[in-house]
T-cell receptor, first 113, second 112 residues
Framework: DSGVTQTPKHLITATGQRVTLRCSPR?????VYWYQQSLDQGLQFLIQYYNGEERAKGNILERFSAQQFPDLHSELNLSSLELGDSALYFC????????????FGPGTRLTVT | GQNIDQPTEMTATEGAIVQINCTYQTSGFNGLFWYQQHAGEAPTFLSY????GLEEKGRFSSFLSRSKGYSYLLLKELQMKDSASYLC?????????????FGAGTQVVVTP
């Protein structure tokens, strides 16, 4: 158990809908990262937050947005969902912005039908 | 941008040694990471290299050559539980500390 929690574990929804994925980092970790993993794309970095502020952006679509709250939990919002958004979404946390070790949560499996 | 290449699959026998190579091309570099991922599970951190040379951690070792854009992960005394995907990842330049690029992963199959 990494200490990072993600909810929900599974999510099934229809195209065009909007969902919110939630992540709670390990106690004391200030940095949160979001990743998408699909069979054909591998693990893709989406976005990083550090102490409430956005710090790095990867291959995140405009239909997706994220934020980190004052209590350091983070949410990833996915809207206008398409079939291709079906994937495992991982959250990871680390203690410092430059810290090299990331701890991954168990992931949320999103299925868009 | 960054490009990371690693073999798709490798097979080895229990007790043997396997070396997984990773080559990368980056516009900035602040560390190379190796993660292990079992099917359907989250990646777990194995090793980190930022300077040239070999880092040893029990049965796992990782090597980096920054001038060659090359790293390898060495798995010794293979066990059945080592069957997993091994991901090579590079962290971007200082102005984008969090920006990680992952390779597609190398599926290691350990046979009895």
């Amino acid at each position: 158990d990494s200490g990072v929690t993600q909810t929900p574990k599974h999510l099934i929804t229809a195209t065009g809908q909007r969902v919110t994925l939630r992540c709670s980092p390990r106690s004391g970790d200030l940095s949160v990262y979001w990743y998408q993993q699909s069979l054909d794309q591998g693990l893709q970095f989406l976005i990083q937050y550090y102490n409430g502020e956005e710090r790095a952006k990867g291959n995140i679509l405009e239909r997706f947005s994220a934020q980190q709250f004052p209590d350091l939990h983070s949410e990833l919002n996915l809207s206008s969902l398409e079939l291709g958004d079906s994937a495992l979404y991982f959250c990871a946390s680390s203690q410092r912005q430059g810290s090299y070790e990331q701890y991954f949560g168990p992931g949320t499996r999103l299925t868009v039908t | 941008g960054q490009n990371i290449d690693q073999p798709t699959e490798m097979t080895a026998t229990e007790g043997a040694i396997v070396q997984i190579n990773c080559t990368y091309q980056t516009s900035g570099f602040n560390g190379l990471f190796w993660y292990q991922q079992h099917a359907g599970e989250a990646p777990t951190f194995l090793s980190y290299n930022v300077l040239d040379g070999l880092e040893e951690k029990g049965r796992f070792s990782s090597f980096l050559s920054r001038s060659k854009g090359y790293s390898y992960l060495l798995l010794k005394e293979l066990q059945m539980k080592d069957s997993a995907s091994y991901l090579c990842a590079v962290r971007g330049a200082t102005d984008s500390w969090g920006k990680f690029q992952f390779g597609a992963g190398t599926q290691v199959v350990v046979t009895p």
